[in-house]
């Protein structure tokens, strides 16, 4: 796992999206999988502004969407992904694909979207954020290491972490559908970005704790191509710090 630190959000996003935009240009990236939440709201606006028209042949896959909301509700992970994603990046919408929160039978739409990742030629790049009960994509603590795309009910702390995009909690739903622990490990490249001191505990778990599904971004050490990115506050609570700046400063050439 390589971990590097910055000081300040914009400086994430920006590493993240030269690292993205690099990917693409080389071709190693052409299938990106996209997250929702604040976390890579830095990343998506700096990919934006540097991108250009190469970022346009991509096809995106959202790692979740609420049950229940429909995909005109401005909260739903369909309206963001594309105001902050499909709009901004100037992505063909038909290759923009969100989990079906609405469908009448929700099981076969956890099912084929499986299918539809798959058939893409699976995810070459997983954008990442993490909760603070350390959930990826919206896998809450004790979901399985091998889980698929499904349905699954969202912590309380998950609803009142969320409750921020909403008027109430209430107004939260409590199902979504996520993309698995399995699915997720299967993308080829994975990229978690983490900024702010309430996701600290998270962070210094995931990266230097147990593997453990009480944690379940502690899997991501099981990936073979995982880069975390974070910033000071996200970092305060890593023991290691000293050594991964250490590593950040002396990159062998051809990774520089
Ligand atoms: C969203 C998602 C979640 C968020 C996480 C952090 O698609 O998969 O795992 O990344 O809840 O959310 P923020 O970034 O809003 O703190």
Not at 162 to 168: G, M, T, V
Not at 210 to 234: F, G, K
Request: with cysteine.
């Amino acid at each position: 796992m390589k971990v590097i630190i910055l000081p300040t959000a914009e400086e994430v996003g920006d590493h993240a999206a030269r690292a993205i935009i690099r990917g693409v240009a080389s071709g190693t990236i052409s299938v990106l999988g996209v997250a929702t939440g604040s976390s890579p709201l830095p990343v998506y606006r700096a990919l934006a502004e540097r991108g250009g028209a190469n970022l346009r042949t991509l096809t995106a896959y959202a790692l979740d969407e609420y049950v229940g909301l429909p995909g005109t509700h401005p909260q739903s992970y369909r309206s963001v992904i594309n105001a902050e994603v499909t709009v901004p990046l100037g992505l063909d919408p038909d290759r923009v694909h969100v989990p079906d929160g609405s469908a009448v039978d929700i099981e076969a739409a956890c099912v084929s979207y499986e299918s539809a990742i798959s058939d893409s030629g699976g995810i070459d790049l997983q954008i990442l954020g993490i909760g603070s009960d350390g959930h990826i994509g919206f896998n809450e603590p004790t979901s399985s290491f091998a889980s698929r795309t499904r349905v699954k009910t969202l912590a309380p702390q998950t609803r009142a972490d969320n409750a921020r995009f909403f008027d109430s909690i209430d107004a939260v739903p409590i199902h979504c559908i996520t993309q698995g622990l399995g699915t997720i490990m299967e993308a080829r490249q994975i990229l978690l970005v983490a900024r702010g001191a309430r996701k600290a505990i998270a962070v210094a778990a995931a990266i230097e704790g147990p593997i453990t599904s009480m944690c379940p971004a502690s899997i991501l050490q099981m990936h073979p191509s995982v880069t975390v990115v974070l910033d000071a506050a996200a970092a305060s609570m890593l023991r290691l710090t000293e050594y991964y700046n250490y590593v950040a400063a002396n990159l062998p050439i051809w990774q520089r």
